[in-house]
């Protein structure tokens, strides 16, 4: 059976507008269902530990799908949601890939954390599929192979300055997901605002916006297969 590490957001302050943030259940729900109902074994991690937060706005009912109202009535992954191991107890040679779900969250704190870049570097040096969603390519931001940006020279999508814009956070956010992964040297390309895109660069998997998420885990799971 593959073993796949979820990695989710313990950041829940949107800047410093008094409102909240965290992961968005979308781009969680959808890549787990599509990945546990092929009998892929999933452990949930944040750096903190415990239960993450949602993106208040991602429990909306204009943002539900399938997988959402699936999620919702999951008593049993719920449960796991709540106890989410910490990321200083995760051991990349327990797992055949990574996959990083969006939401603002991860702007703050996966972008910064020290043991998530660890483990990222680790699962891309060891030629394992990594994979992130929307807004959390952020992760690589600070992320090296070989003392360069991970993403140099790669080519990468993730949250475009169009879709921060409509969403109008563009002064909220510590930097926009487009501009840094193009600063990293990364080849950053896009479709259209809130339309499924997904580029697969050896074993680099990166999505652009929550219509994006089960494209990512698709090419996530015919890489593990």
């Known amino acids: 059976m593959k073993k796949v590490l979820f990695v989710l957001t313990s950041h829940d302050q949107l800047g410093n507008t008094g409102e909240k943030t965290g992961f968005w259940v979308e781009e969680f729900a959808s890549p787990y269902y599509h990945l546990a109902d092929k009998n892929v074994s999933i452990t949930i991690a944040s750096p903190k530990g415990?239960?993450?937060?949602?993106?208040?706005?991602?429990?909306?009912?204009?943002?539900?799908?399938?997988?959402?109202?699936?999620?919702?009535?999951?008593?049993?992954?719920?449960?796991?949601?709540?106890?989410?191991?910490?990321?200083?107890?995760?051991?990349?040679?327990?797992?055949?890939a990574v996959f990083y779900p969006g939401g603002h969250g991860p702007l703050w704190?996966?972008?910064?954390?020290?043991?998530?870049?660890?483990?990222?570097?680790?699962?891309?040096?060891?030629?394992?599929?990594?994979?992130?969603?929307?807004?959390?390519?952020?992760?690589?931001?600070?992320?090296?192979?070989?003392g360069k940006a991970l993403?140099?020279?790669?080519?990468?999508?993730?949250?475009?300055?169009?879709?921060?814009?409509?969403?109008?956070?563009?002064?909220?956010?510590p930097f926009l997901v487009e501009n840094m992964l193009q600063e990293n040297g990364g080849n950053y390309s896009k479709g259209d605002d809130w339309h499924p895109y997904a580029i697969e660069d050896g074993h680099l998997i990166t999505g652009q916006n929550p219509a994006s998420s089960e494209l990512v885990a698709d090419l996530l799971y015919k890489q593990l297969s």
């Open 151 to 173: 993403v140099n020279g790669k080519n990468v999508t993730g949250f475009s300055n169009t879709e921060e814009d409509a969403v109008q956070l563009t002064d909220i956010v």
């Open 109 to 146: 704190d996966l972008a910064e954390d020290k043991n998530s870049i660890e483990l990222i570097e680790a699962f891309y040096s060891n030629n394992k599929p990594v994979g992130a969603v929307c807004h959390a390519p952020a992760i690589f931001k600070n992320t090296k192979i070989e």
């Open 50 to 96: 415990g239960q993450p937060p949602i993106d208040p706005k991602s429990e909306l009912p204009d943002f539900q799908t399938p997988a959402t109202e699936r999620y919702f009535k999951d008593s049993e992954l719920l449960k796991n949601m709540a106890n989410t191991t910490p990321l200083s107890e995760i051991k990349e040679s327990d797992f055949d």
